[in-house]
């Protein structure tokens, strides 16, 4: 699904991310952890097209995600505030988002009820702006932007960020459903060492831009997260 | 002492704010500008006494400069009313460290002391003190009138600051003010209390008897105070900030663009981009100013009306105003959410084409509405529709070019006045040429005397870029694509 070559990206010359080579295959669910500045947001930039990488390239489906715009259609992702549009209400965002991903009218209604448990009420019909909710709110409406649309492949950066509890579980649940059910390729990053844990089963460390461990999920996973970052 | 730190943060907030980052070139051109604008004070200051002996030969000078201040104070206030930002601090900053109250109140309703509008006028008062009061009286007496003055100012600026700060939260104050001012107006209209018979009364009383400086000093005290109390009693972060969350609008159901699929989807956003925030929305509001320039030019030259290269670059504020302030900024504007852009829409040229039909429906509509000036002269329209075909077929065009080389996120959410955010050198050297094309291509003809054919060539310039629109979007969408990444970057750093 998705392969790295070579990447460097230099900021200031300093080298924020240095991976010489990555493969993430169809259906994974790939996760990314890592202190602060590790570089988990620049790899995902750098898949989404939105910074240049010093060297190397990066392929979506085997086609250089530089070359066309191709992957946009199959991938869903939601990394910060940046995309969201918040100065249009919920429902006027994830209409533009259906014309944009060419969805009709039906398929927005089913989005809405499937998400309707997610967003808790919290979400729709408030008569507000994106921009007067608060952050778990902004990110709830971020995260269901990403996965409308049905993609073939998600990339959620710090998703558990700013959720409540029953939120992260039910954000666990559909993140899982995705894996199983879909058969989605998923790239989640984040602090919350056991969420990652629970919904990846390829979990890579990353430190100063480098790959140190990858490694498959199995039960003593969490124990071995928690004694390297210890 | 608190204040001392109080006032250190705010000079470092003041010189790391955005504002300083900007180029070289145009902090030296602002700082020319703000040089020479204090050269001509200065000057005025220095000669204001020849002036008027000049305009009035019969009149005491001081009578009369006292006869003016009064009016000039009436001025002040509604330029501090609409120029002057109100002073804050974050309050919520320091309101849960162990810093008295009221030593946050005092420093906030102070803080207005610094702004420069306060001392501007010192370069006019000083020297006239020193040049006319001084020999007519003493330096003892001249320094009483100065100091008495000077109180006025910051009374006036006190003043100014606490009906801007009741704009948010009671906007009848406001309007007590203005219908005072109104009514002061119609009394000076009908001669029953005379401004300028009460001003030189007062400040002739303060250049004979030092007694009368304790009023400026009430006065001074009496407006610190309301604005003292005012904050102390709001000092409550959700009291002061007034953050309305606001009930969503109707724009959104407009019929007619949804029709237009994808690109109506756009167009869509793009109005509710504009209108529903601050700095957008007021560029809105006052672009039909615009369409006033003609008012301005044209009546000097109803008799002989003539094609001169004045009435190119009114045609081109008239019926490009609009389209020129949109255009210029049509990146930056979606700088809050440009990875959105990049990451979902899978076609740019629709996202760049749906800017070039807004820029396109605001210049058509600039030109219909300006069409009525062909009663002033068929000239006049046959200008401004050549320049509207330049405006739509290159101008445009151009524009778009040049905003792709916006670099810094731009907070719409700030009003319009004085906001240079956003703005870069790039922008007005690249854009240059596009404004003065029209003048070079126009001056040979002109030279030559054949002014109309130049205006007509002008109008083919447009004509062919329309003709080759789709080579041109083409050349500002490989433009974008280029400078995406540099773009993205910078709109996603905060200020």
């Known amino acids: 699904m998705i392969q790295a070559n070579n990447i460097t990206k230099v900021y200031h010359s300093e080298t924020v991310l240095d991976i010489p080579e990555i493969t993430i295959r169809q259906n994974e669910s790939f996760g990314l952890v890592g202190n602060n500045g590790a570089g988990k947001t620049t790899f995902f930039r750098l898949i989404l097209d939105l910074i240049r990488a010093n060297s190397g390239n990066i392929t979506s489906k085997s086609i250089d995600v530089r070359s066309t715009n191709d992957w946009k259609n199959y991938t869903g992702s939601y990394l910060d505030q940046n995309f969201l549009i918040d100065f249009l209400s919920p429902e006027e965002y994830f209409e533009f988002l259906a014309e944009v991903h060419g969805l009709s009218k039906g398929d927005l209604a089913e989005f809405y009820a499937e998400y309707d448990e997610f967003f808790a009420g919290e979400i729709l019909e408030k008569n507000k702006y994106i921009r007067d909710l608060s952050n778990g709110n902004k990110q709830k409406v971020g995260i269901a932007s990403a996965l409308m649309f049905k993609p073939d492949l998600v ?13 992260q579980i039910r954000l666990i649940k ?45 039960e003593n996973t969490l124990k071995e997260l928690e004694s390297y970052f210890a | 002492m608190v204040i001392k730190w109080f006032i250190q943060h705010q000079i470092k907030q003041s010189m790391r704010a ?20 204090l050269a001509y004070l200065l000057f005025l200051g220095i000669f204001i006494d020849v002036i008027l002996n000049e305009m009035f030969p019969d009149n005491d000078p001081i009578i009369l400069f006292n006869s003016m201040l009064l009016y000039y104070f009436g001025l002040e206030f509604f330029i501090r009313f609409f120029m002057q930002s109100l002073p804050t601090l974050n309050l919520e900053t320091y309101l849960h460290v162990p810093i008295k109250r009221s030593s946050i109140v005092h420093f906030v309703a102070s803080k207005s002391i610094v702004v420069i509008g306060n001392y501007l006028s010192w370069l006019i008062l000083i020297p006239f003190a020193v040049k006319v009061i001084v020999p007519n009286y003493s330096v003892g007496v001249a320094l009483i009138w100065l100091l008495g003055i000077i109180l006025l100012i910051f009374t006036n600026n006190f003043l100014a600051t606490y009906v801007k700060r009741h704009l948010v939260g009671n906007p009848a104050i406001v309007g007590v003010f203005g219908m005072t001012s109104i009514v002061l107006v119609f009394l000076e209209q009908f001669n029953i209390l005379s401004a300028s018979q009460l001003s030189a009364n007062f400040f002739g009383h303060l250049l004979e008897d030092p007694i009368f400086l304790l009023i400026p000093c009430l006065a001074l005290l009496g407006s610190y105070s309301l604005n003292y109390f005012y904050i ?24 007619y663009f949804s029709r237009l699929g994808m690109t109506g989807q756009l167009l869509s956003l793009e109005m509710r981009l504009l209108w529903r925030h601050k700095r957008t929305r007021s560029m809105l509001v006052l672009a039909p100013l615009f369409w006033g320039y003609g008012l301005v030019f044209y009546p000097d030259a109803v008799e002989g009306f003539s094609l001169s290269v004045i009435m190119i670059f009114v045609g081109i504020f008239m019926t490009g105003g609009m389209m020129i302030s949109y255009l210029s900024y049509c990146f930056s504007y979606d700088s809050n959410f440009f990875d959105v852009i990049l990451t979902k829409y899978s076609d740019i040229r629709q996202y760049i084409r749906a800017k070039y039909i807004l820029a396109l429906t605001v210049s058509t509509i600039s030109f219909l509405v300006t069409i009525p000036y062909v009663f002033i002269s068929t000239q006049i329209l046959f200008i401004n529709s050549m320049i509207f075909l330049y405006n739509i ?33 790039s922008h007005w050297l690249t854009g240059l040429p596009a404004f003065f094309l029209p003048i070079v291509t126009f001056l040979p003809f002109r030279w030559a005397g054949q002014p109309e054919t130049g205006i007509i060539v002008i109008g083919c310039l447009g004509l062919i870029g329309l003709l080759f629109h789709k080579l041109l979007l083409g050349v500002v969408i490989r433009q974008f694509k280029k400078s995406q990444y540099a773009m993205a970057e910078g709109f996603r750093q905060s200020e």
């Open chain 1, 155 to 167: 990339i959620l950066d710090e998703p558990f960020n700013g959720l409540d509890p029953s939120t």
């Open chain 1, 174 to 218: 559909i993140l899982n459903k995705l894996k199983t059910e879909d058969g989605v390729t998923l790239l989640v990053s984040s602090h919350d060492l056991s969420h990652v844990t629970e919904v990846c089963d390829r979990i890579v460390i990353l430190e100063k831009g480098k790959v140190v461990t990858d490694l498959a999920t199995n």
């Open chain 2, 18 to 37: 955005s504002i300083w980052q900007k180029t070289l070139v145009i902090n030296i051109i602002l700082g020319l500008v703000l040089l020479l604008m």
């Open chain 2, 232 to 255: 102390k009693s709001r000092l409550y972060p959700e009291e002061i900030t007034h953050k309305k969350t606001q009930k969503v609008d109707r724009l959104a159901n407009v019929r």
């Open chain 2, 393 to 425: 077929g290159l101008l445009s065009f151009v524009l778009l070019y040049v905003s792709t080389y916006s670099r810094k996120k731009m907070d719409l959410s700030k009003g319009s006045a004085f906001n240079y955010q956003g703005f870069g050198a």
